[in-house]
């Protein structure tokens, strides 16, 4: 009977391994643990892994081409561990291409190139087989991150691929491509530098690339359409974006392409950020995530429909477990194939906690100075519990995770969903105490009554390198819109400029990460469109010879970022030390904020710093501690040599505009 009872249990066993498990719920799936998804190549073999655990069957389509023609071999996939499939070639398969076939019952999906693949052809649609070490750049093995000691020693600089070199006027060859930012001695029409030159001149320490995965929204071969698009549509989230490589049918040009733009700018001492959109794909039933396990990777409404937290169609369920796998392998890949110095994720706020602070241990294991960021909301409601999402109001619980500070932002500018409402910048009163809590990065300090913010009643953040002050980004107007369809009744351009001037330097005085929108040094425009995520290049691109009509506003916000990298007062990595050294001014002018710096905070050269903010449109006198103050900036100019000297207690700020002075 033994022999027998045995027998029957490995006949069960065997059957069972042709049998699709059945799984009550998406928490039943099983996690696959291994690191050899979707392929392994050698010159000898190629094998093959794709994580399927509700499929009948699996195959794999083999192609000579990219995007054309039909496969030239069809192969079927075994079942291997935990719901995955796999298959070994022995055979040189370099320069094919492939995709893999799911069956569930009698209905066979469509072909997907998995959702982990790291090349492709055109438009994404089938994987290819290269040799990674052939994506290598000359001297790619010695490529290092600059320097970098606290979060707070950043200062990112937000731009479009395209909209950094498309412009006639920028001097530029690689237009709208990766290799533009390898492109040195590039002028605008008056002979002013442009490009990374420009970058380095400005002073900036990282840029942020919007969406430079590969995205729906351009066709790679219809190229000469220019159609544009911001690129937060994601297919293939391994994979550079085509439409920006010199050759997007060549798969190993894309990939080496983007790591000679990463080389150039580390070269240059500026680090690379990549904007992430794991929230949501560009489909929904046929995205390649959906074709390997239908609705897996998805939350859905209780009456089976999709949730769309993203406002986009679909929204990801990273708190499941494949799924939290794939974002923390991808961000992981990128750091370390690509050499990535941070990530910024898109509404941050529909992924759960736990992730985001699984995504930053896996990078500590690889460097402790990769910058993780995000958007702290979510576009629409959410099935997840808000307890469990990386927004704002939770950003105590993410791990040297920052979040934007829409308070700031709102506060200086106005409104963002009211484009005709104004902000302190602008002369609006009552704001001042919102202004003090982008000052302290969002933090803890006595001095800020937390029931007058616009927004947030109460301090979000850790530290204030947890959080990004900003008062512009791609999304809605940019700040000379704003402003301009803002402004008062009698306002005049030169004091847009002036209210333009102040806003940013708040954003670079303040405790935290500064950030600025491409173009904004150089006045840029968008012709007043709020969402210019598919407008023509006429609107969304760098007019270069801006920085020449527009210079000493250039100039301004060169100062203010060489004040800021200078100065380690501005850049007070923990909160305690905040409240130590950072004291505000009681004044009884309205509309007007002032705080010290004291006792070489931070390691910083000068003593005290005194920092002074007059949201009026006329001058203001205010009472000044007792000193021989070193002014460096007062009415729209920053002098770091010194302006003057003031012994009086007594100072006028100028109308919209800021004082900054310091005693050794």
């Known amino acids: 009977m033994k022999k027998q009872s045995l027998f029957i249990l490995l006949i069960s066993v065997l059957c069972s391994c042709n049998t699709t498990p059945k ?397 005709e409402i104004p902000g302190f910048v602008s002369g609006i009163d009552s704001l001042e105490e919102s202004v003090k809590f982008g000052v302290i990065g969002a933090t803890q300090h006595d001095q800020v009554d937390y029931t007058k913010l616009i927004y947030s009643k109460a301090p979000y953040v850790n530290n204030p390198s947890q959080i990004i002050n900003y008062v512009s980004c791609h999304d809605d107007m940019c700040l000379v819109d704003k402003l301009n369809q803002a402004k008062p009744i009698d306002a005049t351009d030169d004091e847009l400029v002036r209210f333009n001037k102040l806003a940013q330097t708040v954003v670079f005085t303040s405790q935290g990460v500064p950030f600025i929108y491409a173009g904004e040094e150089m006045y840029r425009n968008k012709k007043g469109i709020h969402n210019t995520y598919q407008s023509p290049d006429s609107v969304n691109r760098i007019d270069w010879d801006f920085k020449t009509t527009n210079s000493e506003l250039y100039d301004y916000y060169k100062g203010l970022i060489a004040l800021r990298k200078g100065h380690a007062a501005f850049r007070i990595p923990t909160q305690d030390m905040l409240q130590k050294h950072l004291k505000f001014l009681n004044f009884l002018v309205p509309n007007v904020v002032g705080f010290t710096l004291s006792d070489h905070v931070n390691g910083e050269i000068w003593k005290d710093i005194l920092v002074l903010y007059n949201g009026n449109r006329k001058e203001a006198k205010v009472s000044i501690p007792v000193g021989n103050w070193n002014l460096i900036c007062d009415d729209g100019i920053v002098n770091l040599g010194g302006i003057v000297t003031i012994k009086d207690t007594t100072f006028t700020i100028a109308p919209s505009s800021a004082s900054i002075m310091y005693v050794k």
């Open 23 to 419: 799984y009550a719920t998406f928490e039943d799936y099983p996690v696959y643990e291994g690191s050899d998804l979707e392929l392994t190549y050698s010159p000898q073999s190629s094998k093959f892994r794709v994580w399927a655990p509700t499929a009948d069957e699996v195959k794999i389509l083999l192609y000579d081409n990219g995007n054309e023609g039909g496969a030239y071999e069809t192969k079927s996939m075994k079942r291997g561990e935990n719901g995955t499939w796999k298959l070994e070639i022995d055979d040189n398969l370099k320069g094919k291409f492939y995709t893999f076939q799911i069956r569930i019952g009698e209905k066979w999906l469509d072909e997907t190139p998995g959702m982990w693949v790291k090349a492709t052809g055109v438009n994404g649609k089938r994987a290819a087989i290269i040799d990674f070490a052939d994506t290598n750049p000359e001297g790619w093995e010695n490529d290092v991150r600059p320097a970098l000691k606290n979060f707070t020693d950043i200062m990112l600089y937000e731009v479009h691929v395209r909209d950094f070199s498309v412009s006639p006027n920028s001097g530029m060859k690689n237009k709208g491509k990766f290799l533009a930012f390898t492109e040195h001695g590039t002028k605008n029409s008056t002979g002013q530098t442009t490009g990374i030159d420009h970058l380095i001149e400005l002073g900036i320490t990282h840029i942020h690339l919007l969406p430079s995965f590969d995205f729906a929204s351009v066709d790679e071969t219809k190229l000469k359409e220019n159609k544009y698009n911001w690129g937060y549509d994601p297919v293939n989230y391994n994979v550079p974006e085509g439409s920006y490589s010199t050759d997007p049918y060549n798969p190993v040009t894309r990939i080496k392409e983007f790591k000679q733009m990463v080389q150039s700018l580390h070269q240059s001492g500026i680090r690379v950020i990549m904007d992430v959109v794991y929230n949501h794909t560009a489909a929904g039933s046929n995205s390649h995530l959906n074709l390997l396990a239908p609705n897996y990777f998805y939350r859905m409404n209780a009456d089976s429909t999709w949730s769309n937290a993203s406002g986009c169609g679909n929204e990801t369920a990273s708190e499941r477990g494949m799924m939290r796998k794939f974002m923390v392998e991808s961000v992981v890949y990128w750091a370390t194939e690509y050499h990535v110095d941070g990530f910024r994720f898109d509404l941050m706020g529909i992924h759960d906690i736990e992730t985001m602070n699984a995504i930053r241990a896996a990078l500590d294991k690889i460097d402790t100075s990769i910058f993780v960021y995000g958007e702290g909301w979510t576009a629409s409601s959410s099935p997840l519990a808000e307890e469990r999402r990386a927004v704002k109001k939770n950003a105590k619980q993410l791990d040297n995770i920052a979040v934007f500070s829409d308070d700031i932002r709102d506060a200086l500018k106005g409104s963002w969903m009211h484009s």
